[in-house]
């Protein structure tokens, strides 16, 4: 790679460049189906002895975001929960780590079900609030995780607020990039020690594989001691997957900049609508956390959210809907329309859930690349039903 790249070139080639000894022109990298591999003689082996150690499809798809993501090393496991528990699960017995409320449901789960299990504690703070954040710091405090924009209401973490947070307190950040891609947003350029990804969302794009990925900045101990929950644990992405994943990251750039450009024209439409109380977007500037958004991300990305007025109202609006699939996830070239309280978030409990804003009228979309006036024609046709069947109060 020259140092005059792109990161849209990267996103392209970045895979296909490191390899191969036996140079076939292939365009695409090979999926090296192979458990194990063969030594060539009885003192010297080569790169890789064995899948779960080391394939090279995983190899190009690790080494491709850790460029993407101006990391060192990158590691790719068979979930992005996969890649989220292998991380924490770094930290020792008796380590507490400090966690976004407004956070994905099934790391919600991890860190309240199973991290205490290893003796690993908890607090949740608003990291839309620095000042709630570092309260919630212990002594026995060793990362500070992340996730921005988040689920499901689009809150913005500051980046680099909670980094210098974290590098006073002689802590980790670890931020989840789903939402942004390393497109949109590199926390590790703002500070951070590791991103995570589900890339079964934009990275892979065509919602046809569940994958996941983490990142160092370096090659540290943080790295290896990933490396050997990767390899110590098992949960790896096979080469099938990965190839898929490679795939979904070259057209990711032409994929996303569709799609946000396309939400944000939904989402400023959403807004005029009476039915729809308010809209979570962090490229309109009604939104609380839009400069912060603005000075660490180039994009507002391709996932809002809003509030219909009730249950009864969404249900018939989400019944209504002709092009969106309902569905959890995002991501796909696909529409996806959710309804977080019995999807991403049924695993919070209810109580919980309201206090995070989670309420009976609130839907999530993540745009595809659908035509935006069918999208907004289909919107329309939907709040009007919606609004016959159901009388607002
Ligand atoms: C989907 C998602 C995850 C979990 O990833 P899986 O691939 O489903 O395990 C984590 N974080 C965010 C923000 C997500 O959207």
Not at 10 to 18: F, I
Not at 62 to 67: G, P
Not at 123 to 135: C, G, N, P
Not at 262 to 275: H, K, P, V
């Amino acid at each position: 790679m020259t140092k005059h790249e792109n990161l849209e070139t990267t996103l392209v080639t970045g895979a296909v460049q490191h390899d191969y000894e036996a140079k076939s022109g292939a365009v695409n990298v090979p999926i090296y189906a192979s458990s194990t591999f063969d030594q060539e003689n009885f003192d010297s082996f080569g790169p890789y002895d064995y899948s779960r150690s080391g394939n090279p499809t995983r190899d190009a798809l690790e080494k491709l975001i850790a460029k993407l993501e101006n990391g060192t090393r990158g590691f790719a496991f068979a979930s992005g929960i996969g890649a989220i528990s292998a991380s924490l699960l770094t930290l020792n017995v008796g380590d507490h780590i400090v966690v976004t409320n407004e956070v994905y449901g099934g790391t919600y789960r991890f860190i309240t079900t199973l991290l205490p299990k290893y003796g690993i504690t908890h607090t949740f703070a608003d990291f839309t609030d620095l000042e709630a954040v570092e309260a919630a710091v212990q002594d026995n405090t060793v990362v500070l995780f992340a996730e921005t924009p988040a689920n499901p209401l689009l809150g913005v973490t500051d980046i680099r607020g909670v980094v210098a947070i974290a590098k006073k307190h002689g802590l980790k950040t670890f931020v989840d990039n789903t939402f942004m891609t390393p497109l949109y947003q590199k926390p590790l350029d703002l500070g951070a020690d590791v991103v995570l990804h589900s890339a079964t969302k934009f990275l892979g794009g065509h919602s046809e594989v569940i994958a996941g990925l983490a990142v160092t900045k370096k090659d540290d101990e943080l790295g290896k001691a990933i490396y050997a929950i990767q390899n110590g644990m098992g949960g790896i992405l096979g080469p099938h997957d990965c190839f898929s994943v490679i795939q979904g990251i070259k057209s990711l750039h032409a994929r996303l900049e569709m799609s946000s450009k396309n939400a944000l024209t939904i989402a400023e439409f959403l807004q005029q609508q009476e039915d729809v109380l308010e809209v979570f977007y962090p490229g309109l500037p009604t939104h609380p956390g839009y400069d912060i958004h603005q000075a660490q991300s180039t994009s507002a990305g391709a996932v809002l959210s809003f509030k219909l007025p009730n249950r009864d109202f969404t249900k018939v609006f989400v019944e209504s809907m002709q092009i969106p699939i309902f569905a959890v996830s995002l991501g796909g070239v696909e529409s996806i329309l959710s309804y977080p309280v019995t999807m991403s978030h049924a695993a919070i409990p209810q109580a919980e859930r309201e206090k995070r804003g989670i309420t009976d009228g609130l839907l999530r979309l993540s745009v595809g690349l659908e035509h935006v006036e069918d999208l907004i024609t289909d919107i329309t046709q939907a709040l009007e039903k919606a609004k016959t069947a159901v009388t607002v109060k």
